[in-house]
């Protein structure tokens, strides 16, 4: 009796475990960070690539990722960046309109919504056609 008693709770373990998703894979951190941008303006749309910690302008924006998480192909995709925007203003000052997590998922969730352009994450990646920042000091 005991030993069947024992036997059901093993497979009542383990038809459990079947109903546990398993651990998540490490989030991969990516040296690009993919955006797409419009200009409310011309109607124009652009998806352009910027390197972690470097700054690309799109129209009076900059945009600067700092990290850009991916994960593996076989898990369920999450893409999310850590961002900072800042406007150039009119008077030529730069103020920061944005800092935070953009999630390429839900690009509505932290997408920059500026009068006159609006940035938001496409994707993380390892590589870019556009060439790699000067790294070397003088």
């Not at 390429?104 to 920059?112: I, R």
Request: charged letters at 20%; aromatic letters at 8%.
């Amino acid at each position: 009796m005991k030993s069947a008693m024992l036997l059901a709770r093993a497979g009542l373990a383990a038809a459990l475990l079947a109903f546990v998703s398993p651990a998540s894979a490490e989030r991969i951190s990516n040296p690009v960070a993919e955006f797409t941008g419009i200009d409310k303006i011309t109607g124009r749309i652009i998806t352009f690539d910027v390197y972690i910690n470097e700054t690309v302008q799109f129209g009076a924006l900059q945009v600067t990722p700092r990290v850009c998480y991916s994960q593996p192909q076989e898990e369920e995709p999450k893409t999310d960046s850590f961002v900072e925007v800042d406007e150039i203003t009119l008077d030529r000052k730069i103020q920061r309109i944005f800092t935070g997590w953009m999630f390429a998922e839900s690009p509505g969730l932290n997408a920059v919504e500026h009068a006159v352009y609006d940035v938001w994450l496409k994707s993380c990646k390892q590589k870019s056609d556009v060439p790699p920042p000067d790294t070397a000091t003088n």
